[in-house]
């Protein structure tokens, strides 16, 4: 199947989406506790209201960090990004009562495409266990060559429909929408990072591997002390649908 071609328009305005989609909800629940303020004298709704506002704005604020390093140009001053505010993100977009999140990463800066990745597929991991569970995420090796093993474990554990599919940029109907965006998007980081990336079920368990491209590129294809990562699109070097 032929790899479908987003428009850097399209692309740009199908992660605006997802991000509003992300962060309507709780800033929603900010302006409704507001609304209990201005009309509500009782202490209890009032104490109601303020609680909904406090976890409400923490919600909104952990999503937009998340989105930020996921989908934005977080630290495009340089190429690398610390594992270390990956986690703190990860943690405060995933970490609560229904999910819980373990977390084992060398404390290093890697590659900014490869840590975005990271991101991408954590959040795809989440959807895998719909009724949530556990998520534990491993990174080894150094960040020229990294391995990222993501399990996901919980009741009705299952790979999403066409996830694959999306990842490798040949949606089954030939269209990404905003539903789809986010497999379509991590697809395309993970090209430009030079990772493949592989999904595997068992049981009530989901394994997402994501792992450097074999190398089978010929010589030629790289130039000397230069690594694989940077002959593809990078942040410094977009591409016709060029990543943030």
């Avoid at 084992?104 to 959040?123: E, F, G």
């Avoid at 790979?159 to 269209?175: K, R, S």
């Amino acid at each position: 199947m032929t790899p479908v071609d987003l428009d850097s328009l399209d692309l740009s305005a199908l992660l605006c989406s997802r991000v509003c989609h992300d962060v309507i909800s709780p800033v929603g629940a900010i302006v409704n506790g507001l609304e209990v303020l201005e009309d509500e004298s009782d202490t209890s709704m009032r104490e109601f209201a303020l609680e909904l506002i406090g976890k409400s704005a923490k919600q909104a604020s952990a999503r937009l960090q998340f989105a930020r390093i996921a989908f934005g140009a977080a630290g495009s001053a340089g190429a690398s990004i610390d594992l270390a505010d990956a986690e703190k993100v990860s943690r405060g977009m995933f970490g609560d009562e229904k999910t819980q999140l373990a977390w084992s990463a060398p404390q290093a800066l890697y590659p900014k495409n490869k840590v975005k990745l990271l991101l991408n597929l954590v959040m795809i991991a989440t959807t895998t266990i719909p009724r949530g569970g556990r998520i534990d995420v491993v990174v080894s090796g150094d960040g020229e060559a990294p391995s990222i093993v993501i399990t996901s474990k919980g009741s009705h554990a299952r790979i999403p429909a066409h996830v694959e599919d999306l990842i490798a940029g040949t949606p089954e109907n030939g269209a990404v929408d905003a539903h789809s965006i986010l497999p379509f998007y991590a697809g395309l980081v993970a090209r430009a990072a030079a990772m493949n990336v592989r999904f595997g079920i068992e049981g009530d368990e989901v394994t997402i591997r994501a792992e450097p491209v074999a190398a089978t590129v010929a010589p030629a294809a790289a130039p000397a002390g230069r690594p694989l990562e940077d002959t593809r699109p990078s942040d410094s070097e977009p591409p016709e649908t060029s990543l943030a």
